[in-house]
């Protein structure tokens, strides 16, 4: 999947994954998620595995390794749809990606407004 660069915001520096889930913890977003194969996602809350497609999307904020550009990573906001438990995953994206990642990521619902970031 491509990601479409006007729709998430982009940070290149190496804390910016740690700072981009504070941030997003410190909204709200507290829980853990992890793709699985088959474009599916488990939320760490309630251990229930769902489809990716069931699940919200609310922000996407995409980082890019500073000593390697190719670590691609897309850290999104979710809210699991068995428990409303909202929080994050980290997934991998582009050439290197995981087959887990690379199919949960398009397989989001998409429900971001404006530029994917959270105010």
């Not at 982009?10 to 410190?26: F, G, K, Q, V």
């Not at 904020?61 to 438990?85: H, K, N, Y």
């Amino acid at each position: 999947m491509d990601i479409d660069r006007r729709d998430a915001q982009y940070a290149r520096d190496p804390s910016s994954l740690t700072a981009i889930l504070a941030d997003l913890e410190a909204q709200g977003y507290g829980g853990q998620f992890a793709a699985r194969e088959g474009a599916r996602l488990v939320c760490f809350t309630c251990s229930t595995e769902h489809d990716a497609a069931t699940t919200q999307m609310t922000a996407l904020r995409r980082t890019e390794g500073a000593s390697d550009p190719d670590d691609m990573l897309a850290i999104v906001a979710l809210t699991c749809p068995s428990c409303q438990a909202k929080g994050t995953a980290v997934l991998s994206y582009g050439p290197e990606a995981p087959m887990a990642d690379a199919e949960v990521l398009p397989a989001l619902e998409d429900d971001r407004e404006g530029t994917g970031t959270l105010d």
